[in-house]
Nanobody
Framework: QVQLVESGGGLVQAGGSLRLSCVASGRTFSSYAMGWFRQAPGKEREFVAAITWSGSTTYYADSVKGRFTISRENAKNTVYLQMNSLKPEDTAVYYC???????????????WGQGTQVTVSS
């Protein structure tokens, strides 16, 4: 069982930056691929970024490529999402998720956090 707790969300002006963190419980964090998803009001949850268990490979949605960076520190059981050049359309609840084996761009992850709100004002 893995429990995930996100933090770092908030209100920021367009063009600003935020860094989200997701801390996982359990001693097997390093064996899980991790992903970030987001859900805006009235929309379906969508893939944002993912990272392999080792951190050697990352994946991004086209809408955030070049602006967001996913990383992890296995010694701290933590995955991060650095978000730069934020836009109003990035406003959403952001969720981290854990998945055994390889990461996926689909929401087929085994464990999910409760989410953290990110609001970008224009």
């Amino acid at each position: 069982q893995v429990q995930l707790v996100e933090s770092g969300g908030g209100l920021v002006q367009a063009g600003g930056s935020l860094r989200l963190s997701c801390v996982a419980s359990g001693r097997t964090f390093s064996s899980y691929a991790m992903g970030w998803f987001r859900q805006a009001p009235g929309k379906e949850r969508e893939f944002v970024a993912a990272i392999t268990w080792s951190g050697s490979t990352t994946y991004y949605a086209d809408s955030v490529k070049g602006r967001f960076t996913i990383s992890r520190e296995n010694a701290k059981n933590t995955v991060y999402l650095q978000m730069n050049s934020l836009k109003p359309e990035d406003t959403a609840v952001y969720y981290c998720a854990a998945k055994s084996n390889r990461p996926s761009i689909f929401d087929v992850y085994d464990y999910w956090g409760q989410g953290t709100q990110v609001t970008v004002s224009s």
